[in-house]
């Protein structure tokens, strides 16, 4: 496959005509071509839409005290590439009594095309103590976009924030996992590090030791996504309306 097909399969292309729709599950809807890269591609930024729609409906719904914001990849991208943050307040989530924010940032640089990126990383924002931690599984490859995340989201909250690279986020082996590894972290960070900690105590936002693998992030995130399918085909066909021309639906 060619170059250009392969960095659109990446980002943003995945609701494409010629995928077929797969699952809806609420405001996410993927696609075959989604399944497929996730199985062993790049991670489309649906997919990584879709894992944070499911980490606020399995797992901070139980937190209602929470005030924790999974941004999604789309809109990570458009406060990025817009000069002028005012104009996309409207199109943002309230984050007056937010405490800590999640942006998966790609390397995408052209304004109208999200879907030339090759590279996923995570930036945690924390509100309350004005610091951005930036978690790279290739070195330092999207340390410029993250600072430029980390200067437009200043402005969007209308505070100072005190940029950090995170130098021991786990390392990916090979050059697909970096959405994987996104997931996984963002994952670990939210439970781990944000809704299980212990408030009594200081805690510390680095990875060191903290072992990521990737194929059985993969296998899980497959077995999420088919475990909700049956259960969206069982509801369409004891629906007394069913309909074969809809992706089997949750919401």
């Known amino acids: 496959m060619g170059f250009r097909n392969s960095m659109a399969r990446r980002f943003g292309d995945s609701l494409g005509s010629a995928s077929t729709q797969y699952l809806s599950y609420y405001d996410i809807c993927l696609t075959t ?3 497929r890269s996730l199985r062993s591609d790049w991670l489309t930024d649906n997919n990584i839409a879709f894992w944070e729609e ?3 409906r399995e797992v901070l719904i139980k937190y209602p005290e929470a005030k924790i914001v999974l941004l999604r990849p789309s809109m990570t991208f458009l406060m990025m590439q817009s000069s002028d943050v005012r104009s996309i307040a409207s199109a943002l989530p309230n984050f007056e009594k937010i405490t800590h924010i999640f942006l998966p940032v790609n390397d995408a640089r052209d304004s109208t095309r999200s879907d030339l990126g090759s590279h ?5 924002v924390s509100k309350i103590d004005g610091v951005a931690f930036h978690y790279d599984s290739l070195g ?3 340390y410029y976009e993250a600072q430029k995340c980390t200067d437009r989201l200043s402005k969007v909250l209308g505070q100072p924030l005190r940029f950090y690279q ?20 963002m994952r670990h960070l939210l439970i781990k590090k944000l809704l299980n900690a212990d408030a009594t105590e200081k805690v510390s936002m680095s990875m060191a030791n903290k072992m990521v693998d990737s194929r059985s992030g993969r296998k899980e995130m497959i077995y999420i996504i088919e475990s909700l399918r049956k259960e969206g085909e069982r509801r369409r066909s004891a629906s ?7 992706p089997p639906r949750i919401d």
């Open 33 to 35: 071509e989604d399944v």
């Open 54 to 56: 499911w980490l606020e």
């Open 240 to 246: 007394p309306f069913p309909s074969s021309s809809t």
């Open 166 to 185: 995170m130098n021991d986020c786990p390392q990916q082996e090979n050059s697909s996992d970096c959405g994987v590894y996104v997931c996984i972290l």
């Open 140 to 142: 330092g490859a999207n």
């Open 120 to 124: 996923w990383s995570l930036l945690l």
